[in-house]
């Protein structure tokens, strides 16, 4: 199967994930994809293929060197891994994905400098699911071409599958011991060339306020308006410290749901900044506000949660920047220019990196995630999957 009808054979799972269920994987769309993709790796060749009870798939591609076996085993050549999410975002719909390709031309929103390529797109009903599933259909394809093609010579080669990445939890119950790889690559990024091994440290916050509801004629003294001490409390952060008013390495505090009657409101945020000491600060700022809250209005009005996420995998890369080095003489050896940038994000290498897997983020190639006007240009599909092949070819 080429990588394109593989892609869009993949964006027919709706595999949007959900924070609230509880479950691993988080909704059934995650698990029955799953599913698909062990049944292909197998049928495509691929050794040692395992889906496990949280929705975590996991294959080799045996080695045909000569020199590699395993990690521990003494030889010389190490096992890489390439690893993508299988969920979508939360964030736009990811159900009844009609997705077709057209010249970049005839879409205003597609960049200019995808002019003359085609462009894989959506209805602009739901998101295109680029995130991630461009990722593991690079993956894929790259292992059955080398499996096709015996006389290009490789170490052995993990890859694995996970589950609610979108959601922070795509870590979770990743078996780094079991995936068995010196280091791995997350083909979880944006745009054609991007490389990147700095991310956001990441918190969720949730702060529940509780009002008291009197009959309005009578409220004088004795109301008090959880909604309206929300708003307060939201007011008080810095107006400029919003994803839409920051780049490059500044973080934010934002808002992603709100939710109030006068009895109850609960806001809830999500916190990023790259550097380690700031992240915490946002996070004390979170928690004097509350305070000041249940100063003005009485102990117990606010309660926050908060729960860290991921932190910024620099301080695991940097030791073995050889990794990175890799990858970037992989991208200029198939003429791509390497745009090395930090994200405005995250994904589950960065909390892989915490537990002993070294884990850069190359390039997907698709624009405008978590949107009804993704769209994933065709050359960068296909640039990404020669990317993963001259890695190995490296390695």
């Not at 979170?286 to 620099?314: C, P, S, W």
């Amino acid at each position: 199967m080429n990588i394109v009808d593989r892609f869009l054979k993949y964006v027919s799972f709706c595999t949007t994930s959900d924070e609230n269920t509880g479950m691993t994987p988080s909704t059934p769309g995650q698990m029955e994809f799953a599913r698909y993709l062990a049944d292909e790796l197998r049928a495509i060749g691929m050794s040692e293929v395992t889906l496990d009870d949280n929705g975590y798939v996991m294959a080799s591609l045996e080695a045909n060197d000569g020199m590699s076996a395993s990690l521990n085993d003494g030889m010389m050549k190490p096992v890489i891994g390439f690893i993508a999410h299988m969920d979508t975002s939360p964030d736009a719909s990811g159900k009844h994905v009609k997705a077709s390709i057209v010249k970049a031309e005839e879409r205003d929103y597609i960049d200019a400098r995808y002019a003359g390529q085609d462009v894989i797109v959506t209805d602009t009903t739901t998101l295109l699911g680029a995130d991630d599933k461009a990722g593991i259909a690079e993956i894929v394809t790259a292992m059955e071409y080398l499996i096709a093609h015996p006389e290009i010579k490789h170490g052995k080669v993990r890859i694995g599958f996970t589950p609610d990445e979108e959601i922070g939890c795509g870590a979770d119950h990743f078996d780094v011991q079991a995936f068995g790889a010196e280091w791995a690559y997350t083909m979880d990024g944006g745009a054609i060339g991007e490389l990147e091994y700095e991310n956001f440290n990441a918190a969720m916050c949730k702060i529940k306020v509780h009002g008291l509801n009197v009959h309005p004629g009578s409220a004088y003294h004795k109301m008090r308006n959880s909604m309206r001490i929300a708003y307060q409390l939201a007011v008080m952060l810095p107006r400029w410290e919003t994803p839409e008013h920051t780049q490059g390495y500044e973080g934010f505090y934002h808002l992603i749901g709100m939710n109030g009657t006068v009895e109850e409101t609960t806001l809830s945020y999500i916190i990023r900044d790259h550097d380690r000491a700031r992240f915490e600060s946002r996070k004390r700022e979170l928690e004097h506000l509350v305070r000041k809250v249940n100063r003005e209005f009485g102990e117990g009005t606010a309660e926050i949660e908060l729960r860290d996420q991921y932190y910024n995998m620099r301080e695991q890369i940097e030791p073995v920047m050889h990794i990175v080095d890799l990858a970037k003489e992989a991208m200029t050896a198939v003429g791509i220019e390497p745009v090395v940038k930090p994200i405005r994000g995250g994904t589950d290498g960065a909390r892989l990196s915490f537990e002993g897997l070294p884990c850069p983020n190359i390039f997907a190639g698709g624009e405008n995630f978590h949107s009804r006007y993704e769209y994933l240009p065709i050359p960068s599909l296909e640039a990404a999957m020669n990317v993963i092949l001259e890695i190995i070819k490296k390695a």
